[in-house]
């Protein structure tokens, strides 16, 4: 399989986060998935329950504001909603394939089925409404 410099950078991504997430322990925080379209099947399509998937880019002010608040809630919500994160410059793939033409996107699947998105920076307090909603 012949991969494109944005493969490369989002396969690279991902072997990052998963060497980081073998040396963690226990008693550290829960952290947003560094999803692509190598480990979306796994990560979001077959997964059981809610996973929120946040299409965003490192040059967006309004998906770096929500980043802090998606790590709390990731810490927050542990075992009830896994929170997934998409960057649309390395993996444009995902971002076509959803349709996805401003950011931050959240889309939340469950079961492995898109069931509502949001679109925008909103509040923690508007995330834990929606996520509790579909809980």
């Not at 709390?72 to 444009?92: P, Q, S």
Request: net charge neutral; proline share 4%; with cysteine.
């Amino acid at each position: 399989m012949k991969l494109n410099r944005y493969s490369k950078a989002a396969l690279a991504l991902s072997l990052v986060g998963l060497v980081l997430s073998m040396g963690c322990s226990k008693k550290e925080k829960a952290q947003p998935v560094v999803v692509t379209s190598h480990n979306f099947p796994a990560e979001v399509r077959e997964a059981e329950g809610l996973v929120v998937v946040d299409f965003w880019a490192t040059w967006c002010p309004p998906c770096r504001a929500i980043e802090p608040v998606l790590k709390e809630l990731a810490e927050e919500y542990t075992g009830r909603v896994k929170i997934a994160k998409i960057d649309v410059d390395l993996d444009g793939e995902l971002a076509n394939l959803y349709k996805i033409k401003s950011i931050p996107n959240l889309i939340m699947f469950k079961d492995g089925e898109v069931v509502d998105n949001k679109l925008g920076a909103l509040s923690k307090a508007d995330y834990k409404a929606w996520f509790d909603e579909h809980l």
